[in-house]
């Protein structure tokens, strides 16, 4: 791809409508559009990194067992009513009337509609557990949408639910969900931490929101800063090892405020260890039993008894991620961006010195351009004629974590190349290649 063909409609400065950095880094280097209040395009730089967010929470999903299906996004009104949340959920979700005058809504969330799925087919209790995800748009008519996609009316998310036959199996889906989180957030290179949380509209009385650290996030939270240093590359899937895992990470005191209690924080966390912070929450499970499975009728037949289902819920905002890993990474003050390679829009971007009536340089790219492409490499290629050094200042702000510079410099078989933050080396292009993808195998 050349840049010059690409369509990434760069700014020259901050919008000054935005007031977070990554609301205003989506913006300048036209990752997003508004296209009304809360509501965004994704062009084509913005949905790649969307899309690649979407598939490592899609793998992690599989790996633990869940079956990805696809639900509508808009629903109709009838479950809603079986639930009780048609009233309860209140203006928070937009209702939509069909031409036969029929009740609809563009689902903010799935618990409704999935339980209808479940208890139209599933009888026996041989048959559990279920679990099941989609990733799938959602609606919210937020009161005050803000800061472009971290709070927004129409927002893309991960969500999956958990039907088991009683509480114990049941906190078993809750944990492996747990764990799978922990990985999903690793390979996105996000430190997120699990903490107890309150459940409002989705319901029961058990939760842990997963939070990054950022001092433009809207959770305020309460924490031990040891829980920093729990282990969290466990892989197993077995029972007692996940109520172990989830063991340590709530023997310290991490709350969001609305849980919080002063006491028990003094009490429990020595001071030199109390955070008091702000953070994104970017996932949030949850753990209601029967709450839905009771008034909709979801239940099975275990030893001649109908049992209602025990079940639970887990979100993650893939559209909310792309804006709280800018929030992670990148330095407003020097204008730097650096995606991790695993979400990355390009793997490398290759920088051409472009003199006039001197097309070598733009050659020589786009033979570099094959063999990386060839490589497993995507790289992208700057054939504008800004100057270099405007050239570097676009790709810093960009993030793509690899530059490749061709110009004078590279005299033989080496080419100047750096990875975003550090020293630039001198190297060969299988150097350069097998850099990259070590990294990317990580
Ligand atoms: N049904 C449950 C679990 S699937 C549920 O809806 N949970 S939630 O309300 O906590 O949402 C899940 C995740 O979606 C949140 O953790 C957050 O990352 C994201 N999210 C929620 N509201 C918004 C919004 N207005 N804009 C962007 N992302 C949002």
């Not at 989609?134 to 639910?161: N, S, T, V």
């Not at 009728?297 to 887990?314: L, P």
Request: glycine share 6%; with cysteine; charged share 30%.
């Amino acid at each position: 791809m050349y840049f010059s063909k690409a369509f990434i409609p760069i700014l020259k400065n901050n919008p000054a409508e935005a007031k977070i950095k990554s609301h205003q880094l989506m913006l300048r280097v036209g990752m997003i559009k508004q296209s009304s209040s809360g509501i965004y395009s994704w062009l084509p730089l913005g949905f790649k990194v969307m899309k690649k967010i979407e598939q490592i929470v899609r793998e992690e999903q599989d790996r633990i067992g869940v079956q990805e299906m696809l639900m509508p996004t808009i629903q109709s009104s009838e479950i809603w009513k079986e639930s009780g949340r048609y009233e309860d959920y209140g203006e928070e979700m937009l209702r939509i009337k069909d031409r036969q005058n029929r009740e609809m809504l563009y689902g903010p969330t799935n618990e409704e509609l999935v339980t209808e799925i479940f208890r139209s087919s599933i009888k026996s209790y041989k048959s559990l557990p279920q679990l099941l995800y989609h990733i799938q748009w959602k609606f919210r008519d937020e009161l005050r949408p803000r800061f472009g996609i971290m709070r927004c009316r129409e927002f893309y998310m991960k969500d999956a639910y958990s039907f088991d036959l009683n509480d114990d199996d049941a906190s078993f889906s809750y944990n492996k969900f747990f764990l799978s989180y922990l990985r999903t957030f690793k390979r996105l290179d996000l430190s997120a931490i699990p903490m107890a949380a309150d459940t409002g509209p989705i319901g029961g009385n058990l939760s842990h929101e997963f939070i990054i650290l950022a001092d433009t996030g809207e959770s305020k939270i309460y924490t031990d800063k040891r829980i920093f240093e729990v282990d969290s590359n466990s892989t197993i899937l077995d029972k007692n090892s996940l109520k172990k895992l989830r063991n340590e990470y709530e023997n310290f005191y991490s709350v969001t405020d609305e849980k919080f209690n002063k006491n028990e924080f003094e009490q429990k966390v020595p001071e030199e260890f109390r955070l008091n912070t702000k953070g994104i929450e970017v996932g949030h499970i949850f753990y209601f039993g029967d709450k839905y499975s009771k008034p909709m009728n979801a239940s099975v037949d275990f030893q001649g008894k109908k049992e209602f289902v025990k079940m639970g819920s887990y979100g993650i905002g893939v559209s909310r991620l792309v804006g709280a890993i800018i929030e992670a990474k990148y330095d407003d003050k020097n204008e730097i961006m650096k995606w991790p390679l695993s979400v990355s829009p390009y793997d490398c971007a290759i920088i051409p010195i472009i003199n006039k009536n001197d097309s070598s340089n733009l050659e020589k790219s786009n033979k570099i351009f094959d063999y990386l492409k060839s490589n497993k490499v995507d790289p992208i290629i700057d054939d504008t004629d800004e100057n270099i050094s405007a050239k570097i200042k676009k790709f810093n702000l960009i993030g793509i974590p690899f530059q490749l510079i061709i110009g004078k410099k590279s005299e033989g078989d080496l080419f100047e190349f750096k990875e975003i933050g550090k020293e630039t080396q001198k190297l060969t292009i299988e150097e350069i290649t097998n850099q990259i993808n070590k990294l990317k195998s990580n």
